[in-house]
């Protein structure tokens, strides 16, 4: 059964619709590389999902329906976001940002410094003083300290020197292989996204227009979609 499941799921901001038929389907401890070129819709996509913007059509999550729920009460079911542009408390320290997310379950300070020892030792430092692979860090971090079922990852090793890049792809892979958590990840680099999902659904202009094994996505479907 699928954890997550949306059906033919418009949205729009104002008067401008930019969502005409998304469908996304991951189940239990399944990872999703949600691809498409710029534009086409993944981060509004996030946004439905996550309530921070109102969407028509199926949106249900662990057998309740999104559309009826705060974004708040969405976080509660146990939905985690990772959003684009990192956000984190720039005044608080590390443990403060971490402590501040915190619901019971296997994610704790302990567990989340063991995946991102750099995050133990800076755990003093205020925030805005972490370079920006640390913040990448520290957002995931705060993610996984709500302990979610779903977690997303919007963009989180845009903007990377290679080297971080590769030391969120190891944790991303670590988190993995630790417990049963669901991912739904967006990002640019195609060969990591291959290493690191299961399946792959794609975007183009708000719409689902494939899915399918991360292994069935050849060469024509990604020059066909992705322009790669
Ligand atoms: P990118 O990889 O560039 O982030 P994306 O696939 O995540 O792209 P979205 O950001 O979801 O794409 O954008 C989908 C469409 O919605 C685009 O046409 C975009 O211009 C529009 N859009 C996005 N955010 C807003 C907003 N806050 N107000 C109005 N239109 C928006």
Known sequence: MSLLSLHRVTASYGASQALFGID???AEGEAVAFMGRNGMGKTTTVRTICRMLPAAGTLVFDGHDL?????HRAARLGIGLVPEGRRCFAGL???ENLIAAARPGHWDMPRVTALFPRLGERRRQRAASLSGGEQQMLAIGRALMTNPRLLILDEATEGLAPLVRQEIWAAIARLRAETALSLLV???GLAEMRAACDRAVIVERGRTVWSGAMSALDRGVSEAY???
């Open 24 to 26: 996304l389907e991951i």
């Open 67 to 71: 559309r009826r729920l705060p974004s």
């Open 93 to 95: 320290s590390v443990a």
């Open 186 to 188: 967006i990002d640019k």
């Open 226 to 228: 992705l322009g790669v």
